[in-house]
């Protein structure tokens, strides 16, 4: 079974300054993931997302994340936060095996709320 | 405008009293799912369709029904909530392919007492 890490349940960063969420994940074969922002109020918005290919993904809003297969790692960076980046974000793992009922489904992680601090 | 509409945003309702959530979306997606979103737990499926007509048990089902009898529409019913059911729930739509990204409604945010 698929399974998703963030090991952060809370990250404090001064504005302007770099930015790293960590997500680690499980899954038997190549992973579809996902990096999603939840503003306060508001529903999930897609950040980024890896497939296959250069693992090294840009986004939306400045954001970027490394897929590193050896260490089961998606983690998301950003090299000057912005106070506005204040929200909670999510990693996910979508489902790439064989077998057309795996897919559309995400798994996430439970998510790391970022304060920025002016 | 591509979207997930939700309905309604806020919810109090008492213990056993049947309700519905409704969820619609305007892309013309196969796949809808619902998840609920708890503090620490992230987001968790409850049911999924992957057609008109085909529906089925997500990871945390109990409680839950839903249906789907028209390809934009995948509604939520809780016929009998209880107050572990207090939650922040979302709908979900993509197309049926590997690594499709889900678009999200504004969710619901359901309070049971």
């Known amino acids: 079974a698929q399974s998703v890490t963030q090991p952060d349940i809370h990250i404090t960063v001064s504005e302007g300054a770099s930015l790293e969420l960590r997500c680690n994940y499980s899954y038997g074969a190549t992973p579809y993931l996902f990096w999603y922002v939840q503003s306060p109020g508001q529903g999930l918005q897609l950040l980024l997302k890896y497939f296959s290919g250069d693992t090294l993904v840009q986004g939306i809003k400045g954001f970027e994340a490394e897929f590193k297969r050896s260490q089961s790692s998606f983690n998301l960076r950003k090299p000057s936060v912005h106070w506005s980046d204040a929200a909670e974000y999510f990693c996910a793992v979508g489902a790439s095996g064989a077998g057309g009922t795996s897919y559309g489904k995400l798994t996430f992680g439970q998510g790391t709320i970022l304060t920025v601090h002016p | 405008e591509a979207q997930v509409t939700q309905n309604p945003r806020y919810l109090i309702t008492v213990t056993g009293k049947k309700l519905t959530v409704t969820c619609s979306q305007n892309?013309?997606?196969?796949?809808m799912s619902w998840y609920r979103q708890d503090p620490g737990l992230g987001l968790r499926q409850i049911y999924y369709s992957m057609n008109v007509e085909v529906t089925d048990k997500g990871d945390v089902p109990e409680g839950y029904k839903v249906s789907r009898k028209e390809k934009r529409n995948f509604p939520l019913i809780l016929e009998s909530p209880s107050p572990n059911q207090t939650s922040l729930y979302f709908c979900a739509s993509s197309r049926k392919v590997a690594g499709a990204e889900a678009f999200f409604g504004q969710g619901t945010r359901l309070t049971v007492v």
């Open positions: 892309m013309n997606h196969e796949y």
